[in-house]
């Protein structure tokens, strides 16, 4: 599927909101809202809408610290990318997982309640993962989310 101009302007409207009804992107779009329900069903159907997800602000909630790891693995036994992937995805304070080109093998974003959190979530869970070598942490200052070509 290739979405068309009014395909790209629902995919923005939903990305700045995802909860908003059919009715009000029909208003948006001049389309009537069967016409909004089915491209939208459309676009589920073809992989380009991948469910919904819902933003908590992390600080309300008491976790006030974000910290990106750079992780590389050990080379002393060939630890699978697997192995390591399926123990990091098991951490809770792990939000993101991803598998990078460069100094590093894996970036993972990590949330805790505040530096001591962190830092036993690093000696505790992070530091023992299987294959687990160099990490190196740069703390989350401030956060801006850029609007991208969608």
């Known amino acids: 599927?290739?979405?068309?101009?009014?395909?790209?302007?629902?995919?923005?409207?939903l990305r700045v909101d995802a909860s908003r009804s059919t009715a009000d992107l029909a208003r948006e779009t001049g389309l009537s809202q069967p016409a909004v329900w089915r491209r939208i069903q459309a676009l589920r159907d073809a992989g380009v809408?991948?469910?919904?997800?819902?933003?908590?602000d992390r600080d309300k909630l008491g976790f006030g610290v974000?910290?990106?790891?750079?992780v590389?693995?050990?080379t002393k036994g060939r630890i699978s990318l697997e192995d390591f992937e399926r123990a990091v995805v098991a951490i809770p304070e792990v939000q993101t997982v991803e598998h990078v080109l460069g100094p590093y093998d894996y970036r993972l974003r990590v949330t805790a309640r505040d530096l001591a959190?962190?830092?036993r979530v690093l000696r505790r869970r992070i530091m023992s993962l299987p294959g687990?070598?160099?990490?190196?942490?740069?703390v989350l200052l401030s956060e801006e989310r850029l609007p991208g070509p969608l």
């Open 66 to 70: 974000t910290v990106f790891l750079g």
């Open 132 to 138: 687990a070598g160099q990490v190196e942490a740069n």
């Open 72 to 74: 590389k693995l050990a």
């Open 49 to 56: 809408l991948k469910g919904s997800r819902l933003r908590l």
């Open 117 to 119: 959190d962190f830092e």
């Open 1 to 13: 599927m290739t979405p068309d101009a009014t395909d790209l302007t629902l995919l923005c409207a």
